[in-house]
């Protein structure tokens, strides 16, 4: 019940987050998928080297 309700939190304020300040919202998700892209760039390098 209670990770019910915090999944309900975190989407509520994602779509306040993103209402209230669009380019930071937009930012946030750049970020996080640089770090993902960065992530899986470096992986591959590590894998190919093995």
Same mark, same amino acid.
Request: no cysteine.
């Given at each position: ?5 915090? !999944?309900? /939190?975190?989407?509520?304020?994602? *779509?306040?987050?993103? $209402?209230?300040?669009? @380019? ?6 750049? !970020?996080? /998928?640089?770090?993902?892209?960065? *992530?899986?760039?470096? $992986?591959?390098?590590? @894998?190919?080297?093995?």
């Amino acid at each position: 019940m209670l990770t019910k309700i915090a !999944g309900w /939190l975190a989407i509520a304020f994602a *779509a306040w987050y993103l $209402l209230t300040d669009p @380019a930071g919202a937009a930012g946030v998700v750049l !970020g996080i /998928l640089r770090g993902l892209h960065s *992530a899986a760039s470096s $992986l591959s390098t590590f @894998a190919s080297h093995l």
